[in-house]
């Protein structure tokens, strides 16, 4: 390393470090510079002081104003819930049979109801309420339980086979197979009966002895002719539509282990109005009845 070279008159103080011969000037920061740097931290200082800022184990420090994003965005909706007021009342009193009457508080309805929709129920039933596997699709005009502004309402309201609300919609198939209530033929040629209800068997030799098999265990509440009864929830079995599937091995499987499929209770989730709104938007996607 070379040695530092000779210091000139009027040179300030240097740092120390030397490279090369080449010393480094211990020159003040600009003052501008240093101004910065301090209301800098005045300002970071301040900041952590008055807004929530510094992680605790189950939260954050909440600042002296008390301010917070969730604290702003409630405020927004309190405030939309607040100009509302008066339709959601409405809308809440209204039979429902006559809120399709109502231009303007239909219209709110079936806004509301879309924006409820697309928060609480799309993840079973799809954006577009096509359904899927499992997952009725709301835009068809087979129901389960019934079509109509009322038995919609009752559903939503209620839930289907939950253990919330004993108002619910309830029915249980039995489990044919799992707990042996069928030998696997009976099973086998039941399951090809009701195949060609709606369409192809996979055996047609076999429909004959299923058609026997099912007026003894199934007609009860599918009926006789295999169309369902929607005050049991029991699905219709001619029109070739099928919430699990209509194939042999999945047809199968329903009659083997049945099915169960739970819906919540939307009455303590949503207010009044909320429920009905979401009611009257399924309504008028194009199945209701």
Known sequence: MSKPSKKQKGDPDTTGHVWDGIEEFDNPMPRWWLWTLYVCIFWAIAYTIAYPAWPMIKGATPGLLGWSTRGEVQAEIDAVNEGNAAINARLASTELTAIGDDGELNTFAVSSGSAVFLTWCAQCHGSGAAGAKGYPNLLDDDWLWG???????????????????????????????????????????????????????????????????????????????????????????????????????????????????????????????????????????????
């Open 147 to 289: 079509g109509d502004i009322e038995a919609i309402y009752l559903t939503i309201a209620h839930g289907i086979r939950t253990e919330e609300d004993d108002d619910a919609r309830y029915s249980q198939m039995p489990a044919y197979g799992k707990d042996e209530l069928l030998e696997t033929v009976e099973i086998t040629q039941v399951v090809n009966y009701v195949m060609s209800l709606s369409g192809a068997p996979k055996d047609a030799t076999q429909v004959a002895a299923g058609a026997v098999i099912f007026e003894e265990n199934c007609a009860a509440c599918h009926l006789e002719n295999g169309s369902g009864d929607r005050e049991q929830g029991a699905p219709d079995l001619t029109d070739a539509i099928w919430l699990y599937g209509g194939d042999y091995d999945t047809i199968k499987s329903s009659v083997d282990n049945a099915r169960f499929g739970v819906m919540p209770n939307w009455n303590t989730r949503l207010t009044e109005a909320q429920v009905r709104a979401v009611s009257i938007y399924v309504h008028q996607l194009g199945g209701g009845e």
